[in-house]
């Protein structure tokens, strides 16, 4: 079971496991986010994919984690480099927490003995719920809840944790990953505006991996910097 937001990392993540013989089962979440578009590029990728794929509706779960960029629309999301301090406000409070949970509840039902999520280490200074220290705690949780239940040797997979996102952008060159069908921008505009931290760190991971970036983005505003 693969947390898949129809973002670079996710993508990459289904591509490996699948190129590793890994029968892969998606789950996206609909929490309100701004950039709520992403849903349509997994659709997109999971039709490709030829994988189950399910979006499961966490819109009135959004309402209530006010407060960041992303979910709540008087907070403006932040432009510049993705390690500024200003890219905080774009932390949801505990979102990977929840949508691990709902994934292994989803994954113990169907007896599936892995869930799976993208993080890398780029997300570690921003957002906790990327940590290792996290990924070892949120594994122990689910393991106790579900003890009885669970399949045997069931775990967390992160195959990215230790990685930077040039490393993930290499890796998904190399399993021919359709890059221009994935969303990253918090915007959630026509195109990926390439001025927010996730942009920016989109098109610094291809330059730096040395891969051509196929994203469509729009064109710097006078006095922005790209």
């Not at 390690?83 to 691990?100: D, K, P």
């Not at 990253?184 to 330059?207: K, Q």
Request: proline residues 5%; hydrophobic residues 45%; aromatic residues 8%.
């Amino acid at each position: 079971m693969l947390i898949f937001s129809g973002g670079l990392d996710s993508a990459v993540t289904a591509y490996k496991l699948r190129d590793e013989g890994v029968v892969v089962n998606l789950i996206s979440f609909n929490y309100g986010q701004r950039h709520v578009k992403e849903l349509a590029h997994a659709a997109s990728l999971a039709a490709r994919l030829d994988v189950a794929h399910d979006i499961v509706d966490l819109t009135s779960l959004g309402q209530i984690l006010g407060g960041s960029a992303l979910t709540d629309p008087t907070v403006p999301v932040p432009h510049g480099h993705y390690r500024a301090e200003t890219m905080r406000s774009t932390v949801v409070a505990n979102r990977n927490a929840i949508m691990l949970e709902i994934a292994a509840g989803s994954a113990v039902a169907l007896g599936a003995d892995a869930v799976a999520f993208g993080a890398h280490s780029g997300d570690h200074a921003i957002y906790p719920d990327c940590r290792p220290e996290f990924f070892t705690l949120i594994q122990a949780s689910i393991k106790a809840g579900n003890e009885g239940h669970i399949a045997p040797g069931f775990q967390l997979v992160a195959p990215f944790l230790d990685l930077t996102k040039a490393d993930i952008v290499r890796e998904g060159a190399r399993l021919g990953v359709p890059f221009g069908l994935t969303w990253s921008c918090y915007e959630g505009g026509d195109v990926h505006c390439g001025a927010c931290g996730t942009c920016v760190e989109r098109r610094e991971a291809f330059a730096e991996a040395e891969v051509a970036d196929p994203t469509v983005y729009a064109p710097p505003q006078k006095g922005t910097v790209q």
